[in-house]
């Protein structure tokens, strides 16, 4: 039977135990967590109290502003022709340090009376201002969002009223209410007043306060107005935000309190449990100390020996220690070396065909470049010479045949470049560099309108679409998609062709698009094997390589390569490139 404690696990939970670790985190938990608790509900308390409190400085602030509207209203129906009905609105604006403007308006809006004409002229029209809106819908008084006065520059907003057959509206600065938020002394992340449409009207912080924040969206405004005044949660879980409602105005007060500042003195706490967690372990420490230096020391002879594995010498073997698991896994890592050694032996050999297999390919595909185009040459000069020499003694039926074969040969001379084409896509470095499909898409097009002038082509093509490729296989790839479109789109009477990219499911994909032939989705598995064609060549010339050369090539560049179409309706011809990142990821 082995010895528990020649075994790591064994002695790991041996010393585990032995420090107590658990019971003692646990008591800690515990406690921390009556302290955030009772401390939480303090702040919270606290934190209600004062928004009331504010809240009912806010209101005292409408309820003044309100009755000195009241208040000249009395006056304007008492005395509606006075000419001294403007030296009570200056007076009023001079008296309140937080009047900027005060007006009396008619029925549609214009100005009758002003306490600064300079700004505010007799008979301006002022109908589609939202104050004076608010107050004709409204059958109380309308206070307004906070904006910035154009002339004063002040934090502003507006008060107004309907009164019989007359509005009065004043200009209020609302510095008063920021100030009253900065003179709190309490130790809070933010206290602010917000009105009934969400908007920050006064901040403790005054660059919050001049920003004029939006806070509709949060989640902790939203309960307060659907369920009432309390504290509730920040949608980041960070704050504790406490409301108040000020009046029937639907506007708020608001205190938020970062949760550090409670859990400061949980810290102090939780520094006296470590503390004691430290005290208790210190009789312990020793004899871990001593268990773990046999843990590190068998680690670190096992790494050094493993060491000599990584760096290619799979001939060592990694000594056995004095724990059951090491030597487990000893055991498995010279099986797993012994493996390697095999498989790099295998592989040596396999990269060695690999090169003969290659160099025959290059024999042959010289053999086929200068052997085998010779005698092609020689089939059609003497067919065009016998043609043309005793082209007279023959007959239609002979002069047809020598046609054929100088078509024939012609089209196995296209074949062999193919062909080649084909066996060169898969050999030689890739030479990547961020490359303007774009540009490139273009220049084969205009070749081919060069070609055939006559037709009649639509060209679609989306600017400066860009992607990390090698210039010259992607140029064979364009050429070969962009050469089919034209092909196949010769019969239509106008001929559309496209080339883009998107974003799809995260991915960049390019595309090639046409409104010609098209083809049965059903054989859409074959469209990109050699030599398989989906026409006959008596509609389309072709030999059937292109579409397998272009899947080669995307291939290489490790992406994908699709089709869609229908026949008469067009194709579109998709693929993928791996961008910059990918391809040195």
Known sequence: MKNPFKTLKGTMILSLILILIIPLMVVSFIISSTIVSELSKTVVEENEAITKAIALHVEHFFHKHEELLNSISYYYIENPDCLHTEDVLESSVNGYGTLELALILDSEGKIIFSSDKNRAKIGFDMSRQPFFIGAMDSDGFFWSSPFIDPITGHTTVTVSKKFDDFVIAAYVIVKDLTSLLGDIGYNIASAAIIDNYGTVVAHSNPVKAERRENVSDNGHYQKARTLGPGTYESDCGTRLASFFP??????????????????????????????????????????????????????????????????????????????????????????????????????????????????????????????????????????????????????????????????????????????????????????????????????ILDYLKREEPDRKVELKIQKNVFAFADENLIHVALENLLGNAWKFSRNEEKAVIQFGSKEENGERVFYIKDNGAGFDGEYVDTIFEPFHRLHKTSEFEGTGIGTSLVKRVIMRHGGKLWAEGEVGKGATFYFTIKERGEEDG
């Not at 268990?291 to 680690?299: G, L």
């Not at 390697?340 to 390919?361: D, P, S």
């Open 246 to 443: 000020v009046g029937d105005t639907g506007w708020f007060t608001m205190i938020t309190v970062d949760k550090s500042v409670i859990n400061k003195p949980v810290r102090n706490s939780q520094f006296i449990l470590f503390l004691s967690i430290i005290i208790i372990g210190l009789a312990e420490i020793a004899f871990v100390i001593y268990i773990t230096n046999r843990i590190v020391n068998s680690t670190k002879r096992l790494s050094k020996q493993s060491g000599e594995v990584a760096r290619g010498n799979y001939s060592t073997k990694i000594q056995q220690t004095r724990f059951a698991e090491f030597n487990e896994l000893i055991e498995n890592f010279n099986l797993m070396t012994n493996s390697i050694k095999e498989r790099e032996e295998e592989l040596i050999e396999t990269n060695e065909e690999m090169k003969r297999v290659n160099k025959e390919l290059e024999a042959f595909s010289y053999s086929v470049s200068h052997d085998l185009r010779a005698p092609l040459r020689y089939v059609v000069g003497f067919s065009e010479a016998l043609k043309e020499d005793c082209g007279d003694s023959l007959d239609d039926l002979g002069r047809g045949y020598l046609d054929k074969i100088c078509d024939s040969a012609r089209d196995m001379g296209t074949l062999i470049n193919d062909i080649l084409k084909l066996s060169r896509v898969t050999r030689g470095e890739l030479n990547k560099r961020e490359i303007n499909l774009s540009n490139m898409v273009k220049s």
